[in-house]
């Protein structure tokens, strides 16, 4: 856009030759007339670009095209890597092989910069490297810093697991390539929670899935099976860059890899790897460097949302998170930001025993309450059979979303016999359960609305 700016009015501003022949300077203008056609369409379309980013509603009329001087022209890539990348939804950082950012921190700057941080394994300086530094330590402004504000929190949990497993601290950068550390982000491709555990991984590293709880949300449940993970993959690759590959995309795709280059290095496969998963490890070090030089760059986390101290209780009955609100005076949003794994606003105690984190200066109240009081507070409302069968059979849902029917995938189940059978369609069905393919699992849960 701003090349194509700047041969407009060039081209405007050159004198023509009073000499020129009337066929050339014909075939001049109307190709100026061309290019200037063109960028008033452009200039017409941003307007209504920057309503559907926000989320408003487009215009019925468009609005005055804005006046492009070269400093707002300049700016337009920083505003879609803002619009396009400041979303609440977990996705993979765009592929920037093909860009080639600037910076007015210099090269050399950056490579020192980078050995210093003295990192687990080493660490190349290239442009697909750099774009991601330059992405995270000066694109992602907003993002980055309500990141920061919540690895004060999430990061302590992260060292604790990862000591316990021998792995390098450094990892805990994964979560906010993942995630950037909200605990209930969720994917399109049906990913969920700090670490982004698919349905069927998340199974088999020990997660519970089911009607009211998704352990895929649970900090400590969720890093321990993703730090487990991590050391199964460096047990398979030897080798942590190949390792974090296959974190994202599988370990058979980065073994494919490794076949088609023949070699077992992270820069020989990188061509070969999928194309989401090429740019995964580049990220994790742009992450790592903006947070190691945040102040550099004028990042200062944002002001920290969770509880600097969370009390754990067990519990071991049904217990509704209203029934410790209207009971105990806990903020529903506290209880349900540090209780996201809890679908519903129930914590299922009964079932076997369960975990309840609440902000420490609630818990001497908590402490204080009648339990009897407590577990009877309007327990036939919020927890009466016939609610907790609703919730069971996806039919009803406490929070207040829409009523929806829970299968279960069985041996031979396929989407379009699902879809079948409920009356809708196999794209529905992908729709509502952020599904990128039609491959299913026993045991997996399918939402039909």
């Known amino acids: 856009m701003k090349r194509l700016t700047a041969i407009v009015l060039l081209a405007l501003s050159l004198p023509f030759c009073v000499h020129a022949q009337s066929g050339e300077l014909a075939r001049l203008r109307s190709q100026i007339d061309s290019l200037q056609t063109l960028v008033d369409s452009l200039r017409a379309a941003e307007p209504i670009a920057e309503a559907l980013a926000e989320g408003n509603e487009v215009p019925a009329v468009a609005p005055r095209p804005m006046d492009f001087t070269p400093s707002v022209t300049d700016s337009l890539l920083a505003q879609w890597y803002r619009n396009t990348w400041n979303r609440d939804i977990a996705a993979p950082t765009p592929d920037l092989d093909s860009l080639r950012l600037t910076s007015a921190v210099s090269d050399s700057v950056m490579v020192r910069r980078l050995a210093a941080m003295n990192p687990f394994f080493a660490l190349p300086f290239n442009d697909v490297v750099k774009n991601y530094m330059i992405v995270y330590s000066e694109k992602r402004g907003v993002a980055m810093q309500q990141a920061m504000s919540q690895s004060s929190y999430y990061f302590p949990i992260f060292e604790e697991v990862f000591c316990c497993y021998g792995i390098p601290l450094e990892l805990k950068y994964l979560a906010v390539v993942e995630s950037m550390l909200k605990p209930t982000a969720t994917s399109r491709a049906g990913a969920k929670g700090l670490w982004q555990f698919m349905y069927r991984t998340g199974r088999t590293y020990g997660l519970q899935i089911d009607s009211f709880v998704d352990e895929r949300m649970d900090v400590e449940k969720s890093t321990d099976a993703a730090a487990r993970y991590l050391r199964d993959l460096h047990r398979i690759f030897g080798d942590w860059p190949l390792a974090v590959s296959a974190y994202n995309c599988g370990a058979g795709n980065v073994n494919k890899a490794i076949r088609r280059a023949g070699k077992k290095d992270f820069w020989a496969v990188y061509p070969y790897l999928p194309r989401e998963t090429r740019g995964y490890m580049p990220a994790f070090v742009g992450v790592m460097y903006a947070f190691n030089y945040s102040r550099d760059y004028g990042l200062e986390a944002a002001r920290a949302s969770v509880p600097s101290q969370v009390d754990t209780f067990h519990i071991r009955k049904n217990l509704h998170f209203k029934q410790i609100n209207e009971v105990v005076g806990i903020p529903l949003d506290d209880l349900r930001y540090l209780n996201p794994k809890y679908y519903n606003d129930i914590v299922p105690g009964s ?99």
């Open 351 to 449: 079932g076997g025993t369960c975990t309840l984190n609440i902000p420490f200066e609630w818990s001497a109240g908590f402490m204080g309450a009648d339990q009897d009081s407590l577990y009877s507070h309007r327990a036939t409302e919020y927890l009466s059979e016939q609610v907790l069968k609703d919730i069971e059979s996806g039919k009803a849902s406490s929070s207040g979303g829409n009523a929806r029917t829970v299968y279960t995938v069985r041996s031979g189940d396929t989407l379009s016999h699902i879809a079948r059978r409920y009356h809708t369609s196999v794209s529905q069905l992908k729709s509502w359960n952020h599904l990128r393919s039609d491959r299913l699992s026993i045991g997996q849960k399918i939402y039909i609305y």
